[in-house]
């Protein structure tokens, strides 16, 4: 999994970088100008720079998680990242988030494809994404990607509501 996890892949619109701590700056100014909407439903733990970068080398360091940022083509800029954790030798957890000010671009969507290409490569037969129940934007984007809705889940003492997406990997 270590060669797949740190393939860069090719898309029409976007490019799937691995995550590397070069980006650290640029992901969390990303960060900072999504922060109160990624908030609601990711805890990244992002106060300072430093902290990014702790991120970015936990994740790097991780044997069972796929990370990378996702990068516009045209103007190199980061939108966004993608991550999938290894649940088991057939299954892969997918979380994505896309800056808000690149969201309704078709940014998420080819970088779920392209994710998907690299998720059958390393193994893998199938996806699953848990999702907040308010969190309809990343809904109707799993929907489109293929996902069907499988059941629903509470967590944490806060009580979360996760709806509970899968797909399989062709």
Same mark, same amino acid.
């Given at each position: 999994?270590?060669?797949?996890?740190?393939?860069?892949?090719v898309g029409?619109?976007?490019?799937?970088?691995?995550?590397?701590? +070069?980006?650290?700056?640029?992901?969390? &100014?990303?960060y900072q100008?999504?922060?109160?909407?990624? @908030? =609601?439903?990711?805890?990244? *733990?992002?106060?300072?720079?430093?902290?990014?970068?702790?991120?970015?080398?936990?994740?790097?360091?991780?044997?069972?998680?796929?990370?990378?940022?996702?990068?516009?083509?045209?103007?190199?800029?980061?939108?966004?990242?993608?991550?999938?954790?290894?649940?088991?030798?057939?299954?892969?957890?997918?979380?994505?988030?896309?800056?808000?000010?690149? +969201?309704?671009?078709?940014?998420?969507? &080819?970088?779920?494809?392209?994710?998907?290409?690299?998720? @059958? =490569?390393?193994?893998?037969? *199938?996806?699953?994404?848990?999702?907040?129940?308010?969190?309809?934007?990343?809904?109707?984007?799993?929907?489109?990607?293929?996902?069907?809705?499988?059941?629903?889940?509470?967590?944490?003492?806060?009580?979360?509501?996760?709806?509970?997406?899968?797909?399989?990997?062709?």
């Amino acid at each position: 999994m270590e060669k797949i996890k740190r393939k860069r892949l090719v898309g029409e619109k976007v490019l799937l970088e691995p995550f590397c701590l +070069e980006k650290a700056k640029e992901f969390f &100014e990303l960060y900072q100008t999504s922060r109160e909407v990624w @908030n =609601k439903f990711i805890t990244l *733990g992002f106060e300072r720079y430093e902290d990014a970068i702790v991120y970015i080398a936990q994740q790097i360091k991780q044997d069972m998680t796929m990370a990378h940022f996702i990068i516009e083509k045209v103007s190199g800029k980061m939108v966004g990242f993608i991550l999938g954790d290894r649940l088991n030798e057939r299954f892969v957890a997918r979380t994505r988030a896309i800056g808000v000010a690149f +969201e309704g671009q078709g940014y998420a969507y &080819e970088a779920g494809l392209l994710f998907d290409r690299l998720a @059958n =490569k390393a193994g893998f037969v *199938g996806e699953v994404a848990f999702i907040e129940k308010e969190n309809s934007h990343a809904i109707d984007l799993a929907k489109r990607c293929g996902f069907t809705w499988q059941t629903e889940m509470v967590v944490g003492w806060a009580k979360t509501v996760l709806e509970v997406y899968a797909k399989p990997l062709c």
